[in-house]
């Protein structure tokens, strides 16, 4: 299958401060990327899809003022949590889909902790 | 209804069994259709896609799906203790079937 990836793998801030993530397609390129989040024991959580050169489309009740996507190329994504939160603090998995298959790729995630 | 809907388990199997793992989904997800395996603390992986009537194996992996019956299953030959973890289910949506619907997962434990 296609890969995905992600940095950082996990990462510790303090409340206040932003954080961003890298979501990269390795060997394809991705039209469309996704941005979820996971908290213990819960399913994956939807939050915003964006397609290269396009705002993102968040999902109901995720602000984009705090979750800043941008996908600036076919093969790069990024998320920056701004002003984080300890609440902020989960699991955030990128996906990525592209070609004619049309299948959805997951990056390995992202723990944050923010203390 | 849920738009893809998984019985959330646990369903224990001894090693060697045949796990059946069930889906089903409402009108508004399209034709397209995935499983997921997730291990606990790591990401989702894609472990089959399945787009049209029928049956699709893969290895130890058979897909299934009835869309008349808006039923999607996955059987897993010979399980294995590896095999334990979640299992998602989902389907495409929305117009064009663009956004991916995910269930909530099965968690699947193999004894040894």
């Known amino acids: 299958g296609a890969v995905v990836s992600q940095h950082p793998s996990w990462v510790i801030c303090k409340s206040g401060t932003s954080v961003k993530i890298e979501c990269r397609s390795l060997d394809f390129q991705a039209t469309t990327m996704f941005w979820y989040r996971q908290f213990p024991k819960q399913s994956l959580m939807l939050m915003a899809t964006?397609?290269?050169?396009?705002?993102?489309?968040?999902e109901q009740g995720v602000e984009k003022d705090k979750f800043l996507i941008n996908h600036a190329s076919l093969t790069l994504s990024t998320l920056t949590v701004t002003s984080a939160h300890p609440e902020d603090s989960s699991f955030y998995i990128c996906?990525?889909?592209?070609?004619?298959?049309?299948?959805?790729?997951f990056g390995p995630g992202t723990r944050l902790t923010v203390t | 209804q849920k738009e893809v809907e998984q019985n959330s388990g646990p369903l224990s199997v001894p090693e060697g069994a045949i796990a059946s793992l069930n889906c089903t989904y409402s009108d508004r997800v399209s034709q397209s259709f995935f499983w997921y395996r997730q291990y606990s603390g790591k990401s989702p992986e894609l472990i089959m896609s399945?787009?049209?009537?029928g049956d699709k194996e893969d290895g130890r992996f058979t897909a299934q799906l009835n869309k008349a019956s808006q039923y999607v299953s996955l059987l897993i030959r010979d399980s294995q203790p590896s095999d334990s973890a979640t299992y998602l289910c989902?389907?495409?949506?929305?117009?064009?079937?663009?956004?991916?619907?995910f269930g909530a997962g099965t968690r699947l434990f193999v004894k040894a």
């Open positions: 996906s990525a889909r592209g070609g004619t298959g049309g299948e959805q790729y």
């Open positions: 989902a389907g495409r949506a929305g117009a064009g079937g663009f956004k991916t619907i």
């Open positions: 964006s397609n290269e050169g396009s705002k993102a489309t968040y």
């Open positions: 399945i787009y049209s009537n």
